[in-house]
Every structure is written in C-alpha cells, then in structure tokens.
C-alpha cells in the first residue's frame, strides 16, 4: 500500500495507484475515492466524496495530479468533521 505524504494519521487508505487505477480514503465517517483516466492522453485525477453507507455523491471533482486531487479530498474531508 502506497501512504502519501499528505495521508492523515485517521486516515484509513486502500488500494495503491502504482498497481490500481483508484485510492479510498476514509476519514470522519467520509469516503474518498480517487481514480485516473487516461481518456484524453494525459491523466486526470477525479474523485468522489460520500458518507460512508450512503450513495449519495457530496462532492466530486477532478484536478490534474494526484497531489492536487489529494489535497481538494483532505479539504473537504476536513471540512466534514
């Protein structure tokens, strides 16, 4: 499993993106997902985040890193505590 610098202590992190297309992060009772296409020939970041039991998408987005991606997931996942 790859940790990301920006990995909080309380995060619970599966999946490794050198070996997946996708990353979970689960923090405050929140899950992130993050996934990469390729679609467009450089690859994009996009992620979700929902309550963790539900389906319903809180907020979503895409960023051109995964830092960036990761850094937009830690913001609002702070902002749900």
Do not use: C
Not at 49 to 67: D, K, T, Y
């Amino acid at each position: 499993m790859t940790i990301f610098a920006s990995a909080q202590p309380t995060d619970k992190l599966i999946g490794d993106l050198t070996t997946q297309n996708s990353m979970h992060v689960e923090r405050n009772g929140h899950a992130a997902h993050i996934f990469i296409s390729n679609n467009a020939g450089a690859p994009l970041f996009h992620y979700t985040v929902h309550r963790i039991g539900s389906p319903e998408i809180l907020h979503w987005g895409q960023e051109p890193s995964m830092a960036e991606a990761r850094s937009a997931v830690d913001e609002v996942l702070d902002s749900k505590t």
